[in-house]
């Protein structure tokens, strides 16, 4: 009976195992696993909390509006958002739907969002517009980086000086030597229309004008909150080094935190691929089902509400980035 009885509890016990499919786990740079409340923590306790997504994940976009109502559930008026989806040449048309001026169908039907905005990143705009949050449009007018994707960032000169207020400041400083400039300067067959090395510069004009308008919109004491493909501040690199160098010009110490997004066929440890990429590594099933197919535009680069609401979430039932720029009549342009 003893061992009918062990037997039973194995059969029970590998049962309950098969049966728990969680939609996502977290990790610290260690690859140690860490709960929820962990990431909360240290996002509440940052300046800057970079939230590196998959762009066409759904546990990312779940998870970023959980993190950004319970962010503002601690920092009520001092949370302050902005997200690379959306453009600095939009930011006019933002604040306009954010303080009620124009209808949401307005706004929608004149701004520059990506195939995936009413799914993804409305929620974000939505729950930011509803309890009086300022949202920053932070990324590079498209054309502009299609500029520096055909005639390098020499082709910034031939801009005039008030669309130079929408971009990062020029000249540029470029640092072909980080990591994730290096392999889209390395990568091949971009194509008769795109030099690789021009779509690493134009990478960095994206990355450098975010960080830029980051820094410009906050304030000492707010905590600045952006949604971003995870590539952009991977192992800390693109994002994360130019808001370093600018806030290098202040007295003031940041305390960034990055969030990197990967997926796994298991994800029940962390691959040591993926170690290191953030401070917090979202974990996903590389099965995960997709709010949308990336366009030919879109190569992977990495492997494969109310105020009331209360502090802590529970856990879910349970890089996805690219470098390259279209031409200025592009309307698939997603990064």
């Not at 290096?182 to 971009?190: K, L, N, V």
Request: aromatic residues 8%; hydrophobic residues 40%; negative net charge.
């Amino acid at each position: 009976m003893k061992k009918i009885f062990l037997i039973l509890i194995a059969f029970i016990l590998l049962t309950a195992a098969k049966e728990d499919r969680p939609a996502y786990r977290l990790y610290n740079a260690k690859g140690k696993s860490v709960g929820y409340n962990d990431l909360l923590k240290a996002a509440a306790e940052s300046d800057i909390v970079f939230f590196g997504e998959i762009h066409n994940n759904p546990i990312c976009h779940w998870l970023e509006l959980q993190l950004t109502e319970d962010l503002f559930r601690e920092k009520g008026q001092k949370l302050v958002l902005g997200a690379e989806m959306l453009e600095r040449d939009n930011q006019l048309l933002l604040n306009e739907y954010l303080s009620g001026m124009i209808r949401k169908k307005d706004f929608e039907a004149e701004a520059k969002l990506w195939p995936n905005y009413k799914t993804d990143y409305a929620p974000l705009v939505d729950f930011a517009k509803e309890n009086g949050i300022k949202f920053v449009a932070t990324n590079i007018p498209r054309r502009f980086a299609a500029i520096v994707n055909l005639k390098g960032l020499a082709g910034l000169d031939s801009i005039n000086a008030v669309e130079r207020g929408m971009i990062a400041p020029l000249p540029l400083k470029y640092n072909p030597s980080l990591k994730c400039y290096r392999e889209i300067a390395e990568m091949t067959g971009a194509g008769p229309m795109h030099n690789t090395e021009n779509l690493a510069r134009a990478q960095a004009i994206k990355d450098a004008t975010m960080a830029h308008f980051i820094l410009k919109n906050r304030q000492e004491d707010q905590l600045f909150l952006h949604y971003n493909g995870s590539y952009h501040s991977e192992s800390h690199e693109g994002l994360v080094w130019y808001a370093t160098e600018y806030n290098k010009r202040t007295a003031v110490t940041l305390r960034i935190l990055v969030i990197a997004s990967v997926e796994q066929d298991t994800i029940s440890s962390l691959s040591p691929d993926n170690t290191g990429k953030g401070d917090f590594i979202l974990c996903i099933p590389s099965d995960m089902t997709k709010t949308q197919e990336p366009p030919a535009s879109m190569p992977m680069m990495s492997p494969a509400p109310t105020s009331a609401i209360p502090r802590t979430r529970p856990a879910a039932p349970a890089p996805a980035d690219t470098a390259a720029t279209e031409e200025e009549d592009s309307e698939a342009e997603e990064d």
